[in-house]
């Protein structure tokens, strides 16, 4: 079964330095892999996902995410971060041809003025 | 993207009752999923609900606790049955996407408190 960890619960940044949220996963197949946000009172929004192709994925509100094959990663980036960002980062897997996603335990990020 | 309508978006309930959430989708989709999201946890997979099946749930997850229902392409309801603190949650409601972008979309959610 496929499952995706994210070994930082919580990630500080200063307000325009780049941010880093770490994810790793694991499954038997071709991963389909997802980035989600949660604001405070909120569901989640899809931010960006990687399929196939280009390892380099760009979503929305300008984070991109590498997909890397050999270290079973996907970690969230931001070249420059905002306070606004500041939120919980969920990332998700599911394996091809399934409908099971599962998510990640949550990274709290927070960016700081 | 779908837009998904969920009620109530909180409520305060005693142990015992049983509380019926609601979720509307804007567009049809064949999918549904509940989820829950314990204070500080990640999502777990309640049920799949299709329309015109039995849900289908997951491991910890039974009929009797989180009936659920799918009358149609655009809505479905979770109950959470007899509750007890325990079950003081978000309920999140999602669905798959109809463009075959795989990607889930997600409603607001409804937060539970069981006294």
């Known amino acids: 079964a496929q499952s995706v960890a994210q070994p930082e619960d919580q990630v500080n940044v200063a307000e325009g330095n780049p941010l880093t949220v770490k994810c790793t996963y694991s499954?038997?197949?071709?991963?389909?892999l997802f980035w989600y946000v949660q604001y405070p009172n909120r569901g989640l929004q899809f931010l960006l996902k990687y399929i196939t192709g280009d390892n380099l994925v760009k979503g929305s509100y300008g984070f991109e995410a590498e997909f890397n094959k050999s270290q079973t990663s996907f970690h969230l980036k931001k070249p420059s971060a905002l306070v606004s960002d500041s939120a919980l980062y969920f990332c998700a897997v599911r394996e091809l041809g399934s409908n099971d996603m599962r998510f990640g335990a949550g990274t709290r990020l927070t960016v700081k003025p | 993207s779908a837009v998904i309508s969920q009620k109530p978006s909180r409520d305060i309930c005693q142990r015992g009752t049983s509380l019926t959430i609601q979720c509307q989708v804007d567009?049809?989709?064949?999918?549904m999923f509940w989820y829950r999201q314990q204070p500080g946890q990640s999502l777990t997979l309640i049920a799949t609900?299709?329309?015109?099946?039995?849900?289908?749930?997951e491991s910890g997850f039974v009929i009797d606790k989180f009936p659920i229902s799918r009358p149609n392409l655009t809505f479905s309801t979770l109950t959470v049955s007899n509750m007890s603190p325990e079950d003081s949650s978000i309920y999140l409601c999602?669905?798959?996407?109809?463009?075959?972008?795989?990607?889930?979309?997600f409603g607001a959610g409804t937060r539970l408190s069981v006294l």
């Open positions: 609900a299709n329309q015109g099946s039995e849900a289908t749930y």
């Open positions: 567009s049809q989709v064949t999918m």
């Open positions: 999602s669905v798959e996407s109809q463009e075959g972008l795989n990607i889930q979309y």
């Open positions: 499954v038997s197949g071709n991963p389909y």
